[in-house]
């Protein structure tokens, strides 16, 4: 702990359980009966982070081309995700690229999944999760273009 601002960085553990009902304690070891607790309950979520493809003018892929979509998680409370592609550069996104799987990718402990550019007549892309519950997190991408 920085005794001079009062600040103390903690990083969440993976295995940290995802709940709302969080509050912090910070005590003297000094003196007995200085302490205070956190105000209010606080959330503790995890998140998933599309890591490929993520956009950009370097992501080009022709109709047809099998790429990996890769991404990171953190939470051990995400055991399973969908994939979903939008084809019209943003929401909806309602294409599935699978219904169910593994949170770990496929094969499990991937995180990715291997997925055929299908064919297509719109120039725009974009990829996200889907709703999950409210205990989740989601980063979405940017979007690709195809030539």
């Known amino acids: 702990m920085n005794a001079t601002d009062g600040t103390f960085s903690w990083p969440l ?5 995802l709940n709302s009902q969080y509050k912090i304690n910070i005590s003297s070891l000094n003196l007995s009966g200085v302490s205070d607790v956190s105000n209010d309950v606080f959330t503790v979520k995890g998140f998933l982070d599309l890591t490929y493809p993520n956009g950009g003018v370097s ?19 995400i055991n399973n995700i969908k994939l979903y592609y939008s084809n019209t550069g943003g929401a909806p996104y309602d294409k599935p690229i699978n219904t169910s799987m593994d949170s ?44």
């Open 104 to 147: 770990t990718g496929d094969p499990p402990g991937s995180f990715k999944k291997a997925w055929q550019i299908p064919m297509i007549s719109v120039p725009r892309f974009g990829f996200r999760y889907p709703r999950l519950p409210p205990v989740m997190l989601i980063r979405m991408s940017r979007m690709i273009t195809l030539p």
């Open 59 to 77: 992501q080009k892929f022709n109709a047809g081309d099998w790429i990996n979509i890769t991404w990171t998680k953190n939470g051990t409370n």
């Open 13 to 17: 553990p993976e295995n940290l359980t």
